[in-house]
């Protein structure tokens, strides 16, 4: 099981992620932060990035924040 700490930019018009560390990723997603819809483009950008599908990524902390811990199985 593998930790991942990420910070969330939701609304951006350029979407993607930035590496500052091999443990804390900045994700840049077009999704607004409203029911749950960045989360789950988060969700996705972490499972194409890591090539594992979106069921084996987890939001473990920080579900309604910009903060989030996620788990990877």
């Known amino acids: 099981m593998r930790s991942l700490r990420v910070t969330v ?3 951006c ?3 993607g992620i930035e590496k500052p560390s091999e443990d804390h990723w900045i994700i840049k997603v077009r999704e607004p932060a409203t029911e749950g819809k960045a989360n789950r483009a ?3 950008a972490v499972a194409r ?3 594992v ?3 084996s990524v987890t939001i473990h902390r920080g579900e309604k924040g910009k903060e989030k811990q996620l788990r990877i199985i």
Do not use: D, H, T, Y
């Open 42 to 44: 988060v969700i996705l």
């Open 13 to 15: 018009k350029i979407v």
């Open 53 to 55: 599908p979106p069921s």
């Open 9 to 11: 930019k939701p609304n």
């Open 49 to 51: 990035e890591l090539e």
